[in-house]
């Protein structure tokens, strides 16, 4: 596919994989896709931080975005899931996922809003939903997401 | 050139940089006792070193110039005249010095004339120049007042009725100099006067280079230091990294043959680590130093008298946090000046003193500094605090409501809430609070407020010292690791519940008998809320043993049970995620040398989360506690043997370093030894004189070291560092020892440093013969920690009962507290409240108008003598001055023996 496809509306999203459903996150937002491990797990922390590592010599948080949408991962385990690493705020987050998919270009014209009755939490951090071929695409804004955790953490 | 020497050059160059600006703001605002002040102490310093250094011209000149500042100080009118001749002088000061940069003596030639003219200005003595003091309109008579007097007392000889000590000049010298008309410089060889022009002219670029030497400090840019510091905190990291693959590999058949310069490796990232940290580390003083200024123009501007007063100057932090905290800290204070502090008729009718107290104060605290700005006006409302949440839907009225006051006080963070009722020039603007508030933030620190209606506000601010590198103990709990910093840890006690350390149970409650006191035990477990591993549970904890940390936040401890204990470790402090803040146990995390992340605990949330039931017990305890522990001064002492088994202690605060040498390095130069110590030969001393030595292998010493001065003081063997109380018992016929003490429970004869000092340098000080007067309660102030130390043992060991503190203000809130005390020996130059201001203070409080108070100075000088006799202090003494100070304090007692006679 290429980028241009859709002029200046196309936007680039990674799409990543949380019990069976299919999430986007911007591309430009996306620094890392890594596989974590030695995770140092931090007592007392929100149960939505799976830990925190050392990725590069940058402390990572790792947040378990199964425990922030409130689904059963697949993989219930942090050894073997896959991490995408994000930057907010200057410091580095870490989003757990099952699968990562690939990357999809699409016109931002068809961006549709959520659907009203979508989980109120789910409407909260996400932006809108593409219609693809055979299912449906979340898309997430990440800053809200943090931000969400960030003042759950102040709250 | 003499290290000595350049090191004064630059500091008097620098200083003669600031009393020149300073002295022009001064001759702009006469009345400005503080940078009258501020210039005179310089003088001061200037003098005194010129004195040391045997530089008898700039001692001269500089004390007169000191003189006629003197005068002023005193209150005596400021001529335009006067500042510009000590201008000039400063000036000749200049020439003196670069001179004396380029030809490292002393140039030949007088300056009587310039010294008469300041001494004619500042009235000490008459002299044939009349017209200099006519052209002077009569705007001097308060010296003309003076004029008979002062002579007199110069005529007298010694001021003090005592001797005067090496490096005092007295005016009787100065005016025998200028009559003399024979310059003091005799000691120059006769040769030089010839050699010198010569000399200069030849090497005139050589000298150059040399005095651009001089210059020694330099302005980095602060960019430059950050990257060194993540530089190092790179290295540290991997240094780390290195040693972890040591630790593994240890134990293996074949010796590494990298050990020994990972060692070294090991031991220059340390050293490199402390430059850096100390080039980023400045004084809080210097954040806070124009505050002063603020606060006195407020003060005029409100109309309330404000007394400012400034704990802990010198408590450093991190320049860019420093910066940081200005501008808030700044903000904080008007605040105070403004909202805080009532008009001194309200004060009045409240019962209060007119004049208002704010009160800053900075600290360290577990990792942290802690800056808090207390004032004692009027406190938060918290009444119209609620009706302004409401007003401004902020909150509902219900929710006000269930808040406790704390709460509502906390809303002065709230952006764009103001509480003054009326917006003045100095705030109220409603941009203040949350400013604050925000800045502290962003640098990780935190705000707190307490108020209490009518009697003050106390705002506190804790900034972690964030990129720092602490040493840390590595411990684990249920099969974590966790970080804690080493400061905070006093000891670790190995339990075992079959042995003599067990731990023992009150309710639920674990306690632990340590030594005399019952020390709170938690599980690091139960704190973090983490399931405690299977095996390492009660069961296990009644027969195997455990270990306890043994923790130390303010003046609370209390033991932290892990299950293991690692190594102590250099661990680089990151701040944690925004997303973990909140968890108040840990204050960081870091990265280990094997690449994984731990957490750093933070020994104030885990001493908060235990009980903080015990709250209230425990602020009623701390100020016992705090008046306890000045009481019976508990001491840090060094137990050695020196001669004989016997063992022997000295405060450990007095010893610089411990050190060895081989003996073989020992080097003799008549008949003293002395050894190779950083680049110069250090005097050694034996403790035991006439016993045997060692000939051979190590050789174990206490360096002490004073300013310039290091001397060696040989052991036989260094046993141990003891906390114990320093109580002689028994007087010592044993040259070179105080007395005798129960330390540990063994008689310990205590060295007495004075008598071993001056056996290095014959000049260090007069040692005097034990003078033992009855136990009587002695208030100490001095805020030189050397000095205190010096001095103290001396006191003890006059028998006296000693309590020192470390500023003018400390020693009159105790005397306020109702402490009581036979009498008051205190320092001149201290921060906070000097020593006349405190003796002041005494003397117009009822209870302490009669005691004895001694004046203890480095500086010795006719104008304060005078200041001193003014204020009806007993005696003013030299700080080397031992003997003066025993005798001093025996002429006190007869005193006060004849008053409760009457």
Known sequence: ?155 | MDDLLNEFLTETNESLEVIDTELVRFEREPNNAKILDNVFRLVHTIKGTCGFLGLPRLEMLAHAAETLMGTYRDGATVSDDGVSTILMSIDKIKDILLALEETEKEPEGKDEELINKLLVLAGVFEDNEQENAENEPKQETDEDLILPEEPKESAGGGTMGRELKPGEVSLDDLEAAFLNAEGPDLSLPPEKPAQEPEKANANQAAAKKEKAMANQTIRVNVQTIENLMNMVSELVLTRNQLLEISRRNEGREEESEFNTPLQRLSNVTAELQEGVMKTRMQPIGSAWGKLPRIVRDLSVELGKPIDLEMIGNETELDRQVLELIRDPLTHMVRNSADHGIEMPDVREKAGKSKTGTIRLSAHHEGGHILISIADDGKGLNTEKLSEKLISQGLASESEVNSMSDAQIHKYIFHPGFSTAEKVTAVSGRGVGMDVVRTNIELIGGSIDLKSAEGSGTTVTVKIPLTLAIIPALIIESAGERFAIPQLAVSELVRVNQAGENRIEKIKNAEVLRLRNSLLPIVRLSDLLNMERKQEKDDNVLRSDSTFVVVTEVGTRSFGVIVDEVFHTEEIVVKPMSGMLKDVSMFSGNTIMGDGSVIMILDPNGLSQSIGSAHEEVEKNELSDEKAKNKDNDIISLLIFEAGSSDPKAVPLSLVTRLEEFDCSSVERAGNRHMVQYRDRLMPLVYVNEEGNRQTEGAMPMMVFAEGERVMGLVVDRIIDIVEAKLELQVDSDMEGFLGSAIICERATEVLDVGYFLPKAYSDWFERKEQVRPRARRLLYAEDSPFFRNMIVPVLIGAGYDVTAVEDGIEAFDLVQEGAKFDIVVTDIEMPNMDGFTLTRCLSENKNSANWPVIALSAFVGEASEERAKALGMFDFIAKFDRKGLIDALKRTEQVIDVEVAA
Request: aromatic residues 6%.
């Open chain 1, 1 to 155: 596919m290429s980028n241009n496809k859709f002029g200046n509306s196309g936007k680039q999203y990674v799409t990543i994989r949380l019990a069976g459903q299919l999430f986007g996150l911007p591309i430009d937002r996306v620094q890392d896709v890594f596989m974590p491990d030695n995770f140092t797990f931090v007592p007392l922390a929100e149960t939505q931080i799976a830990g925190v590592l050392n990725l590069r010599g940058r402390i990572l948080t790792a947040i378990d975005l199964s425990k922030v949408l409130n689904v059963a991962a697949v993989n219930e385990t942090n050894i073997e899931r896959p991490a995408i690493s994000v930057i907010y705020a200057n410091e580095l987050y870490g989003l757990l996922i099952d699968i990562i998919g690939e990357v999809v270009t699409l016109d931002s014209e068809q961006l549709e809003a959520n659907p009203v009755n979508l989980d109120a939490e789910w409407a909260k951090i996400s932006v809108g939903t593409y219609r693809l071929e055979d299912e449906l695409l979340v898309i997430l804004d990440i800053d809200v997401l943090i931000e969400e955790l960030l003042n759950k953490e102040a709250a």
